[in-house]
């Protein structure tokens, strides 16, 4: 009976395992982002990670579809793919603007998607990553920006564009998103850079004049040690004329 016990116990814990594990490999099996900033009105370039093909089939395209917050867009060359951006007639509302509010402005037309061609087909076991760069929206901490993904196959495609709503399951296809955090301290990224630099600069000319400083205690060191030899010879010399009034007066 004992042994039917344990024998009942492995299996169990081996089915909870397999839930487990499945359930791990699934959340990981989607096209996910992942940010370089998340702050409103901040520069990001946001890195797409693909892990898998269309059931067990090569990808051969991903076109990543370009919220309408969101106008200029610079992807990253990847030496494996060929690159095209699909653009649209742009109007600047006045909401819609991203942390370059004024290049939003003049902005003719803006980037609708941004597809990725594989040279040779990525296969199915194999991961590849794909880098965007632009300007989040303006906007509130906890507000969200996806970018629907579109991936095409030798056989068959799949679209991650499904919402994730909170207090709810994740879909079977979510859609990468970002979820917005405060903005920081300076307008922009492009501030930030400045004012990093500018601190730069004055933290090495502080240093600069830290290190020249102790000039004149070094100058006063040098005075004493000679002053030190001096008197050491006085003394010898004075030590070797009373030696020898010593010796004459015998």
């Not at 814990?13 to 490999?25: C, D, R």
């Not at 093909?53 to 090569?58: A, I, K, L, R, V």
């Not at 989040?136 to 030798?154: F, I, N, R, Y």
């Not at 400045?194 to 205690?217: I, R, V």
Request: with cysteine; hydrophobic share 35%; proline share 6%.
């Amino acid at each position: 009976m004992q042994k039917r016990l344990v024998t009942g116990g492995v299996v169990t814990l081996g089915v909870a395992a397999a839930i487990v594990l499945g359930t791990a490999a699934s959340a990981s099996a989607h096209v996910e982002a992942e940010a370089s900033s998340t702050a409103v009105n901040s520069y990001t370039t946001v890195t797409f990670s693909v892990p898998h093909g269309c059931d067990g089939s090569p990808t051969t395209k991903l076109q990543f579809h370009v919220p309408e917050s969101v106008i200029e867009v610079t992807p990253t060359v990847n030496p494996n793919w060929t690159i095209t951006k699909a653009t649209e007639p742009y109007t600047a509302p006045s909401s819609a603007a991203g942390s370059d509010e004024d290049a939003a402005e003049a902005a003719a037309e803006r980037v609708t998607s941004v597809t990725y061609t594989a040279k040779t087909p990525l296969p199915a076991d194999e991961r590849d990553t794909f880098s965007l760069s632009f300007a989040l929206p303006g906007g509130k901490a906890g507000d969200t920006v996806s970018m629907p993904v579109t991936q095409t196959c030798e056989q068959g495609s799949t679209e991650w564009d499904q919402a994730t709503k909170a207090g709810q399951a994740e879909p079977e296809h979510p859609a990468p998103t970002i979820t917005l955090t405060a903005a920081a301290s300076g307008d922009d990224e492009h501030g930030t850079t400045e004012s990093t630099e500018s601190d730069t600069s004055t933290a090495t000319t502080a240093s600069g004049s830290s290190s020249s400083a102790p000039a004149d205690p070094d100058l006063v060191g040098r005075f004493l040690g000679l002053g030190g030899l001096l008197l050491g010879a006085v003394a010898l010399v004075v030590s070797v004329a009373a030696t020898r009034r010593r010796g004459s007066s015998k």
